[in-house]
């Protein structure tokens, strides 16, 4: 990365970690002060684009609530000390925990918070592998599992990375998708609004969302049909294309399943999927007719899908419909990352059992299971209540706003022996910490793109850190190596100064595409991609063929039921992300159907209660025609309106343990 002389400050090409877009930026400082940051128009991916919350990192960096210096509660305070004895007072207390109750009584979180620090998410890897405890949990079981789940079980690899082929693409549908607030799920969209713009002109582009969102102004059609009711509408496409108008070539020689997976849609007729999803025929006829022109489709789904009951069987039927119309693996429909430093054409990738990726789950939760490696976030109360858990490792997230059911996981935690976070600002959950540990921010360390194979290019990107770490703030793998080193692992030398963020990033992508030097020097380092790719075609014909017809997923579409008359979906917000950037001021409103807030007796603008069986949250009314009736629409992550104390615990997805956050029932009270 070079670095550019303007009067008395540098500026620094680097690139953005808030999301998985990594969008280039340009950061101004003068001495140990972040200045600005703004767009790197050179930069190939996001040529200039940046977001507010991109914009505000300075606004980050220098928060009030920083945390400079590591934190160990004494007399159930808080109190600054030193990183020697806040290592030596946690590695002591975890030892003694796992000495006293084996390695499954400590959780570990991976959090977002170390998602995007290659470094620190490596050490993470090593440390819960150290310690050998089955307690894992990520996001994933929060916002994620559907799409991991259709991959393991249609495709017999959770490693299909899906995504819209959107340079050569007629036909895209965004189900549940709000790209130009999200940037994307697990599908980055750098620019979204000139991207969309851009598709606008050469294909039809339909969004399926409650809400009458930013991506459906840009698109040329939209449906909004009940929350929780896509699969209807995915079920019915593919009943007709499988009828008329199926890639009979791709079925006959490329799928299994296919009579299975038919009987399981015939049902849906269209006035059937019409009367579920409550849109009118034509407008699913009109959807259907463009399919049809299209030929090929590209279907991209968000958290609206995948927090909802209906998640996995609504990601199946888009990937059915992809695979049906010979649009997998091909130009203009879906192609599959082989990702710029595992190169997954390089070897054969193992072929998942039919019935998926599953083991066992935790002892006070019989009913739930691990899916690939990970238990279910909602059962980390139920395990500490039950004694099964003593001690937590939070690397890195905000536990109060990110889990679910507030009201019984903060008492949960409050009664932990141990509770060790990792941190850069303070909040609800330090708060409620034994040991919280400052770390370097995404100005403060050297980084390489982690995640990959979740951006549109085969390529990785490298950034020297900005500015000197702030107080005593340390690498993340530092004080996970640190803490290795008390419990007896040595994962890393942290101690004779030889190693750096930047070693450490070499070994990383020491079996890339390029050499680290080369994307050192370079900053970007791309090559192209293959569409259609053999590896996958090769992979396919191994398990033989597209499973179209997985048990789990027919027997989860014959059992879902309609919701209810009212509930709650849930939404992203351009100022907002996950628990962080309150400073921007992005308000939780509470959008609602002007016909629904008369029923409930609520005017626009006035503070209104949102109730559900588990709690309530206080919000601002947004009483709005472009969402549909029966829908409220609440954001994620703000602390003042935290979704989670309406969100339940129990009420979990079966097969994979992702809780229910689309679809809750709830009412709405004037104040």
């Not at 918070?113 to 089955?134: C, E, K, N, S, V």
């Not at 009828?243 to 009979?248: F, N, Q, S």
């Not at 959807?287 to 990601?315: F, H, P």
Request: net charge negative; aromatic share 6%; proline share 7%.
């Amino acid at each position: 990365m070079t670095e550019i002389s303007v009067t008395d400050t540098r500026t620094v090409r680097s690139f953005c970690r808030i999301c998985t877009s990594v969008c280039g930026i340009l950061v101004e400082t003068a001495g140990d002060k972040v200045v600005r940051v703004r767009g790197d128009r050179d930069h190939p991916l996001s040529r200039g684009y940046t977001c507010p919350k991109g914009r505000s990192l300075p606004r980050m960096h220098h928060h009030p609530d920083r945390i400079e210096r590591p934190l160990m509660k004494v007399d159930g305070e808080l109190r600054p000390t030193t990183w020697e004895e806040c290592l030596d007072d946690l590695g002591a207390r975890l030892r003694n925990i796992i000495e006293r109750y084996g390695p499954e009584s400590v959780g570990v979180f991976f959090g977002s918070g170390i998602g995007m620090d290659a470094a620190g998410y490596r050490m993470a890897q090593a440390l819960h592998a150290a310690i050998g405890t089955p307690a894992k949990f990520s996001p994933m079981t929060i916002d994620g599992t559907a799409k991991v789940l259709t991959a393991d079980l249609v495709g017999g690899s959770p490693a299909l990375s899906g995504r819209p082929d959107y340079d050569n693409a007629s036909f895209v549908l965004f189900v549940g998708s709000n790209p130009v607030v999200s940037h994307g799920h697990t599908v980055a969209m750098p620019n979204p609004t000139g991207t969309l713009r851009a598709l606008r002109e050469r294909a039809e582009v339909w969004v399926i969302d409650p809400r009458h969102t930013e991506t459906a102004r840009l698109a040329g059609h939209h449906l909004a049909p009940r929350p929780g009711t896509d699969y209807a509408v995915l079920a019915y496409l593919v009943r007709e294309i499988l009828r008329d108008g199926a890639d009979r070539e791709v079925l006959s020689r490329h799928t299994q399943g296919g009579e299975i997976l038919a009987a399981a849609v015939e049902p849906f007729t269209l006035e059937h999927a019409a009367r579920i999803a409550d849109v009118s025929a034509d407008e699913l006829a009109a959807l259907l007719a463009g399919v049809r022109r299209a030929g090929r489709v590209a279907i991209e789904t968000g958290t609206g899908v995948t927090m909802a009951s209906s998640a996995n069987v609504t990601q199946w039927l888009a990937w059915s419909l992809m695979i049906i119309t010979g649009s997998m693996n091909q130009p203009g429909g879906a192609w599959f990352h082989p990702g710029f430093k595992n190169q997954l054409e390089a070897f054969k990738l193992p072929i998942s059992p039919p019935e998926g990726s599953f083991g066992p789950g935790p002892r006070s939760r019989p009913e739930t299971q691990s899916f690939l490696g990970e238990w279910p976030c909602a059962v980390l109360a139920d395990e500490i209540r039950a004694g099964n858990i003593r001690a937590v490792l939070n690397l890195g997230g905000h536990l109060v706003a990110a889990f679910p059911d507030t009201e019984t996981l903060v008492p949960a935690l409050r009664d932990l022996e141990l509770f060790a976070t990792i941190e850069i600002i303070g909040n609800e959950t330090t708060a409620l910490s034994t040991h919280v540990l400052p770390t370097k921010d995404q100005l403060e360390r050297a980084d390489v793109s982690l995640w990959d194979f979740l951006i549109q290019r085969v390529a990785v990107q490298h950034t020297p850190a900005v500015v000197e770490p702030v107080g005593d703030r340390r690498s993340v793998w530092w004080v996970l190596a640190e803490l290795g080193q008390r419990l007896g692992y040595q994962l890393a030398d942290s101690r004779s100064g030889q190693v750096t963020d930047d070693t450490l990033l070499a070994e990383i992508t020491a079996h890339a595409r390029r050499p680290f030097g080369e994307v050192v020097s370079e900053g970007w380092v791309e090559v192209p991609r293959e569409i259609p790719a053999p590896w996958v075609d090769g992979h396919v014909e191994r398990m033989g063929g597209w499973r179209l017809a997985p048990r789990l997923l027919v027997d989860q579409l014959a059992a879902l039921q309609p919701p209810a008359p009212l509930v709650l979906t849930p939404r992203r917000q351009k100022r907002h992300l996950n628990s962080q950037f309150d400073y921007l001021g992005e308000q939780p409103e509470i959008i609602l159907h002007p016909d629904d807030a008369a029923a409930a007796g609520v005017v626009d603008s006035q503070p209104v209660t949102v109730r559900s069986t588990s709690g309530e949250i206080t919000g601002i009314a947004k009483v709005d025609g472009t969402i549909r009736r029966g829908a409220v629409s609440i954001p994620h992550g703000h602390q003042s309106a935290n979704v989670n104390r309406l969100t339940d615990k129990s009420q979990v997805d079966i097969v994979t343990g992702m809780v229910r956050y689309c679809g809750i029932p709830v009412s709405v009270h004037p104040e």
